[in-house]
């Protein structure tokens, strides 16, 4: 509904070169009770008037001097960038030659000189009543266009914070801190940009690879927490995290959690075919399931682990300088070594006390 407020308080603009015809108008305006009149007789100044103004109808005369009628519907056109102009054109009764020319410069219709006071006024509520309306629909379109977008956003926001959640809830049962996951979100996209990922596939991977040990919620606390070295069917288990890790996350079509299932199921296979859970080989192997792998493996080993103490800094490089093209692609282990302080650096800036490296560290057996 449009409030009679607000048909009288429309920016209404009246333009004639003869003084009698704006006196008269703006007469029949004032006695209607409509607030809000502009009168300009230089039809010279009337375009930067309409753009200052921004009027929600002109009342419009053909003949002047300088620009006439018609020159400034064009101009009128340029500036609303439409079609659409709130234009009502003053003319004789029976010219109605100047009628279609008129309208078919944009005019949206006629007030007949002489002025009749109830014609006017019925056609410029008409038309206003057009224009309003028209107004409340176009911004209406903006709002509802702002609101998608920002759902939108907000979608994607709340996705990420899930995935960020499930992992951490993962990593909660054998890590002290969910500090991990971010740190493996850090080092993969930062191993994923030197090795010349795009930046929406580094960004990507910034986002799923912290999902990589999700399937480990499905491992018992007996196995994932036990102290020492695992026995051969509590490694079996072990294992699953991967295939687990992948049935979380399956049937899902989003670039997102495809992505993220990939690296679940592929961040424990190895280049030189040795690794699980589907023994497969170098460049099978997709490349974040790669990428994953090494900076998995250099965060577990500087780290605290139920069965392990976190290594120092130099053990960690000698160990994964030992696996290039055993473990690790080549190409992406030479990258990670070239680059070592700057992964050391990540490590450092987001570890918690339990990760710090003690005086009198332990290897484990498997290392010493
Ligand atoms: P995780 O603790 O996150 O370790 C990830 C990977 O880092 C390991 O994958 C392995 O490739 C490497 N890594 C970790 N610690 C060492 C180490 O002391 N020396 C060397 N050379 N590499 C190491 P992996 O072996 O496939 O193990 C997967 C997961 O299984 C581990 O994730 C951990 O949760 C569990 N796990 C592995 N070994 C043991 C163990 O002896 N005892 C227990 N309780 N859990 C184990
Ligand atoms: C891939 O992009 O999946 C293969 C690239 C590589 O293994 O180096
Ligand atoms: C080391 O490099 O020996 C230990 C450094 C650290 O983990 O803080
Ligand atoms: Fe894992
Ligand atoms: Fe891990």
């Known amino acids: 509904m449009i409030s009679e407020q607000k048909i009288l308080n429309a920016r209404i603009m009246i333009i004639d070169d003869n003084q009698s015809n704006v006196d008269l108008l703006k007469d029949i305006l004032a006695t209607e009770g409509f607030t809000s009149v502009l009168c300009l007789t230089d039809s010279r100044k009337a375009k930067n008037m309409y753009i200052a103004y921004d009027p929600e109808i002109v009342l419009l005369d053909i003949n002047m001097p300088y620009f006439d009628g018609y020159d400034l519907l064009e101009q009128f056109r ?103 996951i971010i740190r493996i979100g850090k080092m993969s996209s930062l191993l994923g940009k030197l090795s010349g990922m795009s930046e929406e596939q580094v960004d990507l991977l910034l986002n799923t690879s912290p999902m990589h040990d999700i399937g480990k919620i499905g ?7 036990k102290p020492g070295k695992l026995d051969a069917e509590e490694w079996k288990t072990m294992k699953k995290h991967t295939t687990i890790g992948a049935s979380l996350l399956d049937g899902q079509k989003s670039g997102l959690i495809i992505s993220a299932r990939q690296i679940a199921l592929t961040h424990h296979e190895k280049w030189d075919g040795t690794g699980y859970p589907n023994g497969k080989k170098g460049k099978e192997i997709p490349f974040e399931g790669q990428i994953v792998g090494i900076v998995d493996v250099f965060d577990a080993l500087t780290s605290k682990r139920p069965y392990k103490d976190p290594y120092p800094m130099e053990k960690a490089l000698s160990i994964i300088k030992q696996e290039r093209g055993r473990h690790f692609n080549p190409e992406l282990t030479d990258l990670f070594i070239k680059h070592f302080h700057s992964f050391v650096s990540i490590k450092k800036a987001l570890s918690s006390e339990n990760d710090i490296v003690p005086e009198n560290f332990i290897l484990s057996e498997r290392d010493r």
């Open 219 to 225: 491992i018992p606390d007996s196995v994932l927490l």
């Open 78 to 180: 340029d500036i609303e960038q439409s079609s659409y102009i709130p234009v009502l054109v003053l003319t004789a009764l029976r010219d109605n030659k100047t009628r279609i020319k008129a309208l078919k410069a944009g005019a949206q219709d006629f007030l007949t000189k002489p002025f009749d006071n109830v014609e006017t006024i019925t056609r410029i509520r008409n038309l206003l009543t057009v224009r309003i309306l028209h107004n409340q629909v176009k911004n209406q379109n903006t709002i509802l266009e702002k609101k998608v977008q920002e759902r939108t956003i907000e979608l994607k926001e709340t996705r990420l914070e899930i995935i960020h959640r499930l992992g951490r809830a993962a990593e909660y049962k054998d890590n002290e801190t969910g500090a991990h």
